[in-house]
Protein backbone atom coordinates (compact mmCIF):
# COMPACT_ATOMS: atom_id res chain seq x y z
CA UNK A 1 0.00 0.00 0.00
CA UNK A 2 1.69 3.35 -1.06
CA UNK A 3 2.30 5.79 1.88
CA UNK A 4 1.21 9.57 1.69
CA UNK A 5 2.31 12.74 3.14
CA UNK A 6 0.61 15.98 2.34
CA UNK A 7 2.79 18.98 3.12
CA UNK A 8 1.73 21.29 6.57
CA UNK A 9 2.81 24.98 6.58
CA UNK A 10 6.46 25.86 8.29
CA UNK A 11 5.57 27.39 11.63
CA UNK A 12 7.69 27.56 14.36
CA UNK A 13 5.66 25.87 16.92
CA UNK A 14 5.35 22.86 14.51
CA UNK A 15 8.53 22.31 13.34
CA UNK A 16 10.31 23.11 17.29
CA UNK A 17 11.05 19.69 17.71
CA UNK A 18 13.34 19.66 14.51
CA UNK A 19 14.84 22.57 14.26
CA UNK A 20 14.30 26.66 14.19
CA UNK A 21 12.45 28.42 11.56
CA UNK A 22 14.12 31.58 10.07
CA UNK A 23 12.10 34.41 9.21
CA UNK A 24 11.80 38.32 9.98
CA UNK A 25 8.16 38.09 11.77
CA UNK A 26 6.49 39.94 14.30
CA UNK A 27 8.02 42.81 16.34
CA UNK A 28 12.36 42.97 15.57
CA UNK A 29 14.45 42.21 18.35
CA UNK A 30 16.13 45.63 17.53
CA UNK A 31 16.25 48.56 15.12
CA UNK A 32 19.89 49.50 13.80
CA UNK A 33 21.31 51.81 10.97
CA UNK A 34 19.80 54.59 12.80
CA UNK A 35 16.16 52.98 12.38
CA UNK A 36 16.38 51.79 9.32
CA UNK A 37 17.05 48.49 9.66
CA UNK A 38 15.20 45.74 12.19
CA UNK A 39 17.31 43.18 13.29
CA UNK A 40 15.37 39.95 14.00
CA UNK A 41 18.61 39.02 16.46
CA UNK A 42 19.95 35.09 17.14
CA UNK A 43 17.44 33.43 15.58
CA UNK A 44 18.73 30.20 15.33
CA UNK A 45 20.40 27.62 17.90
CA UNK A 46 23.86 26.55 16.08
CA UNK A 47 25.61 23.48 17.71
CA UNK A 48 28.88 22.17 16.51
CA UNK A 49 30.52 19.25 17.88
CA UNK A 50 33.91 20.15 17.15
CA UNK A 51 35.29 22.16 13.73
CA UNK A 52 33.76 25.43 13.33
CA UNK A 53 30.74 26.75 11.10
CA UNK A 54 31.36 27.39 7.64
CA UNK A 55 29.00 29.18 5.16
CA UNK A 56 28.63 26.99 1.91
CA UNK A 57 26.39 27.99 -1.04
CA UNK A 58 24.32 24.84 -2.62
CA UNK A 59 23.02 24.78 -6.38
CA UNK A 60 20.27 22.14 -6.04
CA UNK A 61 18.29 20.56 -8.87
CA UNK A 62 14.41 22.37 -8.43
CA UNK A 63 11.90 19.04 -7.66
CA UNK A 64 8.03 19.07 -8.08
CA UNK A 65 5.04 17.56 -5.87
CA UNK A 66 4.23 14.96 -5.80
CA UNK A 67 7.71 14.41 -4.61
CA UNK A 68 8.84 10.88 -4.32
CA UNK A 69 10.44 10.41 -0.74
CA UNK A 70 13.16 7.68 -0.67
CA UNK A 71 16.14 8.75 1.38
CA UNK A 72 16.51 10.61 4.61
CA UNK A 73 19.60 11.69 5.99
CA UNK A 74 21.38 13.79 9.22
CA UNK A 75 24.39 14.81 10.59
CA UNK A 76 25.59 14.11 14.26
CA UNK A 77 28.12 16.27 14.43
CA UNK A 78 26.51 19.41 13.71
CA UNK A 79 23.35 21.19 13.21
CA UNK A 80 22.20 23.05 9.23
CA UNK A 81 21.14 25.77 8.17
CA UNK A 82 19.53 26.39 4.93
CA UNK A 83 19.07 30.08 4.02
CA UNK A 84 17.14 30.55 0.03
CA UNK A 85 18.41 33.16 -1.88
CA UNK A 86 15.39 33.59 -3.62
CA UNK A 87 11.81 34.15 -2.75
CA UNK A 88 10.59 30.68 -3.55
CA UNK A 89 8.66 27.74 -1.44
CA UNK A 90 11.06 25.09 -0.46
CA UNK A 91 9.99 21.21 0.71
CA UNK A 92 11.38 20.67 4.19
CA UNK A 93 11.02 17.13 5.09
CA UNK A 94 11.96 15.75 8.97
CA UNK A 95 11.43 12.61 11.09
CA UNK A 96 11.97 12.21 14.59
CA UNK A 97 14.61 9.22 15.56
CA UNK A 98 13.27 6.09 16.17
CA UNK A 99 16.07 4.04 17.68
CA UNK A 100 19.13 4.91 15.70
CA UNK A 101 16.66 4.77 12.36
CA UNK A 102 13.75 7.55 11.10
CA UNK A 103 10.55 7.26 12.33
CA UNK A 104 7.02 8.96 10.40
CA UNK A 105 8.39 12.18 8.54
CA UNK A 106 6.50 14.75 8.34
CA UNK A 107 7.12 17.55 4.95
CA UNK A 108 6.52 21.04 5.39
CA UNK A 109 6.18 23.95 2.89
CA UNK A 110 7.77 27.24 3.25
CA UNK A 111 6.23 30.40 2.36
CA UNK A 112 9.32 31.77 0.22
CA UNK A 113 10.12 34.10 3.31
CA UNK A 114 11.43 31.36 5.24
CA UNK A 115 14.78 29.49 6.50
CA UNK A 116 15.51 26.77 8.40
CA UNK A 117 17.95 25.75 10.90
CA UNK A 118 18.12 21.71 11.77
CA UNK A 119 18.62 20.63 15.04
CA UNK A 120 22.24 18.30 15.27
CA UNK A 121 21.08 14.81 14.95
CA UNK A 122 17.98 15.48 12.95
CA UNK A 123 16.86 13.33 10.47
CA UNK A 124 15.55 15.23 7.13
CA UNK A 125 14.96 15.01 3.45
CA UNK A 126 17.44 16.12 0.75
CA UNK A 127 17.21 19.65 -0.14
CA UNK A 128 14.11 20.05 -2.26
CA UNK A 129 13.64 23.53 -3.56
CA UNK A 130 10.39 23.59 -5.34
CA UNK A 131 11.48 26.11 -8.34
CA UNK A 132 14.93 27.31 -10.48
CA UNK A 133 17.61 28.35 -9.55
CA UNK A 134 17.11 26.36 -6.29
CA UNK A 135 20.20 28.42 -4.35
CA UNK A 136 20.77 28.19 -1.03
CA UNK A 137 23.34 29.35 1.70
CA UNK A 138 23.94 26.72 3.72
CA UNK A 139 25.56 27.40 7.66
CA UNK A 140 27.03 23.99 8.96
CA UNK A 141 29.95 22.43 10.53
CA UNK A 142 33.37 22.34 8.84
CA UNK A 143 35.74 19.61 10.19
CA UNK A 144 36.98 15.86 10.47
CA UNK A 145 35.23 13.02 10.90
CA UNK A 146 31.90 11.20 9.56
CA UNK A 147 28.46 14.06 10.13
CA UNK A 148 26.46 11.98 7.69
CA UNK A 149 24.66 9.09 8.12
CA UNK A 150 21.92 8.22 5.37
CA UNK A 151 18.94 6.18 5.35
CA UNK A 152 17.53 4.60 2.35
CA UNK A 153 13.48 3.72 2.89
CA UNK A 154 12.62 0.19 1.96
CA UNK A 155 8.84 1.74 1.43
CA UNK A 156 8.62 5.27 -0.17
CA UNK A 157 6.41 8.34 0.67
CA UNK A 158 4.71 10.05 -1.96
CA UNK A 159 4.65 13.58 -0.74
CA UNK A 160 1.53 15.84 -1.71
CA UNK A 161 0.30 19.68 -1.51
CA UNK A 162 -1.58 19.70 1.79
Given amino acids: MPRTLHTEPLTPEAFAPFGDVLQAAGPPDRMINRGLCARFHDR ?71 GINLHRGTWHGVLTPLHAPGLFAVIDRIGPGANLQEFSLPTPFTVLKG
Avoid at 70 to 77: A, I
Avoid at 78 to 105: E, H, K, R, W, Y
Fill in 44 to 114: ARLDLTDGRAGISIFHAEPRSLPYRLDLLERHPEGSQAFLPMTAQPFLVIVAPDDNGAPGTPRAFLTNGAQ
